[in-house]
DNA sequence: CGTCGTCTTATTTTT
DNA sequence: TAAGACGACG
């Protein structure tokens, strides 16, 4: 039992308390995980259940695969036949079994965002809609949000719908719409928790069956579960009781995608006679970083209420930097140079993060980064799923498979190009509704080159089925992305991204070599597959605080803490207060990612659309208690802008009015301080113009003239650099 | 059917 | 500004 001895009082309370409802709360850097594989194998090691009696539900593949690996390594085996995985690939799992009960059959597909939109359209269209008022993705996510709260058509009440979107047809093209997906045998996303949520209500005899497999249930990251995945875990439990949910409301960060924080507080009253064990014993940061995260979220109302303290004696450190700066560019500026000396001082830059509340705000890291040859990547972006390129083999793959998956078949008719238009598919899809076939079944009734170059694609459809039978999947592949052109097409390509994409194909073809058959691995591409390209490499981590949960670096850099952006205006007038609480997690999140120190930075000067926008300080930065922030920076531009520009954010929740900080010292050294003015008849370079000359020089602004462009241009002399 | 130009619209996005 | 969507034309 030397695994028990290896955690603290707080943790082996959570791992030993086997019998009844048990909430973890678990503070940021507290163990979580730790404890979640060693309670998991502890049940296996104390025979309690074997491995397949046990279910395991994560929110990401990545952490079902930690603890997939965590517990391999504790029982020193890997272990089969786990129920270990995300919602939705478990969800999945249970919805193959029993397809017939849900209304599909066994081999239905996953849809993605597109097809789910292709089959929503059309709906809509028929409805009498105007797309232009009533997009589709707005549709789409109504219907998903009723998903998330397991609401079939038929349970979707009026006060569900309590809006007059889509003129009050909103409930029924959802109901058509979920006839639309049944008919051609498919599922989206959120289907597969409320088909296995609807599976395990309707019957009794499957849920029974299931209570007695699954003895013990463990659930991470609880304050992210939306209510449809509630109701599953709640129906699984029901027998036995034995479920562990860990979790920390703290950091519920996902409301706007359904995520229902109130799963977390309500735990108590859910599970009668629930224990709740608290982790609150911080391994990870300094105490001042943790000082900080705790004064900041003290500021949310009904939490449940922890308080981190540092898990190790003598942790000081220094303290929390806030830094103002001009622009973003400065801004970038400063972070690079931070990152440049925190190299030279021999640190990896695999410890070190850039984490923005908005994606846009990479851009500005990036070009800096390029520019000094700091190597880094983006985290997040697309998933391999969403490249268009897997899509359309997948989609090939798929209709090859199923000849009847007029989605699939709909998505590669002309790709690679084939003459065959929205023409040629609106002619097809009448004849084949008036035959009663499936796209595919329709082509011979269609007669000169259009009907040709169909009969075609048809012709290889059937010979790409045979080769499955015969030769198993990858040939099949290798032979479609021959035969299609669809391979000869990305070889013509000559832009950058192609070389790339044909790398992506040949993965997928790796990926498949993997699996006895081609159904298993669609779903695997569609539920788990990422892509952890340049993962690898010592590279500084580039991502939004959403993506960054979970995650920790030596050094955190908090960009873009400037009301508005952070707490970000449009969640605010979403969301209201909860929103702006939810912002505060999110500012939680990113200060609990650092073990050594966090820097937090906020601009004078934020570039929105066109123009430049004065910005002012987050009202975050005012609720960090003053003890354990150093601030620094340009602040003269900051009480320039506050006083001179009208408010560029009319809150609902107006940030309190501030008094321009007295601080206006740079950084000793100059880090931040920008080099002497620009002097006339300097030689300077600007990143789009080129080298030019300098004519006027005012404050910050300039007018240079370029070598290559016939006027003179005004702007502010931090676009460019002395040459 | 494909290309070119104009118009439009700018959060977060585990699966 | 800058990328993506859409409609008019060749």
């Not at 004064?295 to 000081?316: D, F, M, Q, V, Y």
């Not at 400037?562 to 505060?584: I, M, S, T, V, Y």
């Not at 926008?613 to 960090?624: H, M, V």
Request: aromatic share 8%; hydrophobic share 40%; proline share 5%.
């Amino acid at each position: 039992m030397d695994y028990l001895a290896r955690l603290n009082d707080e943790q082996r309370l959570a791992v030993e308390t086997l019998d009844g409802p048990l909430l973890v709360l678990a503070g940021a850097g507290t163990g979580k995980t730790r404890v979640l594989t060693t309670r998991f194998a502890h049940i296996l090691l104390t025979k309690r259940a074997w491995p397949s009696q046990v279910l395991a539900v994560t929110f990401t593949n990545k952490a079902a695969r930690e603890m997939r690996e965590r517990i391999a390594a504790m029982l020193g085996s890997k272990v089969e036949g786990l129920w270990l995985g995300t919602f939705h690939a478990l969800g999945a799992r249970m919805l193959r079994r029993h397809a017939a009960l849900a209304g599909l059959e066994p081999g239905f597909s996953i849809l993605d965002t597109d097809d789910q939109l292709r089959l929503l359209k059309p709906l809509m269209q028929e409805a009498g809609l105007d797309l232009h008022r009533f997009p589709p993705p707005a549709l789409m996510g109504r219907i998903q949000r009723w998903k998330d709260r397991g609401l079939t058509p038929s349970r979707v009440t009026p006060a569900d719908d309590d809006t007059d979107f889509a003129q009050g047809k909103a409930r029924a093209l959802y109901a058509s719409y979920q006839e639309r997906l049944a008919s051609v045998n498919a599922v989206d996303f959120g289907d597969l928790l409320l088909h296995a949520t609807e599976l395990l209500r309707n019957h009794p005899d499957v849920l029974a069956e299931y209570h007695r497999s699954l003895r013990y249930i463990l659930v991470d990251e609880y304050q992210d579960t939306n209510l449809v995945q509630y109701l599953w875990l709640r129906l699984l439990a029901q027998a036995h009781r034995n479920i562990c949910c860990v979790g920390d409301d703290d950091q519920s960060i996902y409301s706007w995608r359904g995520a229902e924080v109130e799963n977390i507080l309500r735990f108590e009253q859910d599970f009668p006679g629930a224990r709740v064990v608290r982790l609150e014993a911080n391994y990870r940061s300094t105490a001042p970083i943790l000082a900080a995260a705790a004064a900041l979220i003290s500021h949310n109302e009904g939490r449940l209420g922890k308080t981190l303290r540092p898990g190790r004696e003598g942790a000081e450190g220094e303290k929390v930097a806030v830094i103002g700066l001009r622009d973003s560019d400065e801004e970038a500026r400063m972070v690079g140079q931070r990152i440049e000396a925190l190299r030279r001082e021999g640190n990896s830059l695999a410890e070190v993060a850039i984490l923005v509340r908005a994606s846009f705000q990479t851009r500005a890291f990036e070009e800096r980064l390029i520019a000094w040859a700091i190597p880094y990547r983006v985290v997040g972006g697309l998933r391999f799923y969403e490249r268009a390129e897997i899509r359309d083999a997948v989609a090939y793959l798929r209709a090859t498979l199923r000849p009847g998956d007029d989605l699939a078949f709909e998505r590669v008719l002309n790709v690679p190009k084939r003459g065959l238009g929205d023409a040629a598919l609106r002619r097809l899809r009448e004849t084949a509704r008036a035959q009663g076939v499936p796209l595919a079944g329709a082509a011979e009734a269609l007669g000169g080159r259009t009907g040709e170059a169909f009969t075609r694609l048809v012709a290889g459809f059937a010979r790409w089925r045979e080769t499955l039978r015969r030769d198993g999947p990858v040939l099949c592949l290798r032979e479609i992305l021959d035969e299609s052109g669809y391979l000869e097409m990305l070889e013509k390509d000559r832009s950058p991204e192609a070389p790339g994409r044909v790398e992506n194909l040949k993965e997928l073809g790796r990926a498949l070599a993997e699996f006895e058959t081609l159904e298993g691995f669609l779903d695997h591409v569609s539920l788990v597959m990422e892509n952890d390209e340049n993962a690898a490499g010592d590279r500084v981590s580039l991502m939004t605080l959403h993506g960054a949960k979970g995650l920790e670096f030596d050094t955190v850099f908090l960009p873009g803490w400037e009301d508005g952006l952070f707490p970000n205006q449009r969640a605010l007038e979403e969301g209201g207060a909860k929103a702006l609480e939810e912002e505060r997690r999110l500012a939680y999140v990113g200060l609990t990612r650092a073990r050594l120190r966090a820097i937090v930075s906020h601009v004078a000067s934020r570039r929105f659309y066109s123009g430049w926008q004065p910005a002012y300080p987050s009202r975050f930065i005012d609720e960090l208690p003053e003890d354990r922030v150093e601030h620094s920076g340009s602040t003269m531009l900051e009480r320039e802008a506050a006083l001179s520009a009208p408010a560029v954010f009319a809150s609902v929740f107006p940030s309190p009015v501030r008094l321009p900080r007295v601080r206006d010292v740079p950084e000793a050294g100059g880090r931040n301080a920008r080099a002497a003015p620009i002097a006339v008849g300097a030689r300077v370079f600007h990143q789009k113009f080129g080298y030019g000359e300098v004519m006027e020089s005012e404050g910050d602004r300039l007018v240079v003239r370029f070598e290559n462009q016939e006027r003179p241009k005004s702007l502010i002399s931090s676009y460019v650099e002395p040459a």
